[in-house]
């Protein structure tokens, strides 16, 4: 288990890092978040709330690289699995690298843009453009999420 756990959160970290280092106005935002709800001091669990910007960071990261890309299963019983039937012994597979870049979910899937997982972001899923967009980097990090705060086109 450490293994795998140690393996899954390096890889995750690992494009954490390159992504930032490529994508810098959200660095910038990233830093100050961090700055204005940590200072020097490390996180803690109770931090989390006050952090939406480093959990769009994370979900983003994983969205466009997660650690563990395919995953399958051994059917036991006789099933159904969207309308195919499957017989014990059958190997199912799913890759959540492909489902997160699938048009269908995500607006432009291919590119790192951690406001898909703001509310109010024309990126966010379902597919629901809001109209009136503005810059999301001008929006106060700390807004809360549920507001109906204008929605947000990413320039980087
Ligand atoms: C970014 C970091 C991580 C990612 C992306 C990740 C992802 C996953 C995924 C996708 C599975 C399901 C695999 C499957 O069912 O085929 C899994 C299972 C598991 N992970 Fe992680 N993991 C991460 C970190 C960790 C850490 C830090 C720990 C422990 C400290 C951990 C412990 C486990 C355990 C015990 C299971 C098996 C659960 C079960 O089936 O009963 N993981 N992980």
Redesign the pocket.
Known sequence: ??F???E??A???AWLFLLLDRHQPVRRRLDAEIDRELGNRLPTPADLPRLPSTEAVVKET?RLY???WY???TVDLPTELAGYPLRPGTRVAVS?FVIHRDPRFYDRPMEFLPDHWWPWSPWSSPQQPTPGATNCARLPAHAPRSAHAPSCSHAD
Do not use: F, V
């Open positions: 288990m450490s795998a756990a140690h899954t959160t890889a995750a970290l994983l997660p650690p563990l995953l399958e299963r959540p």
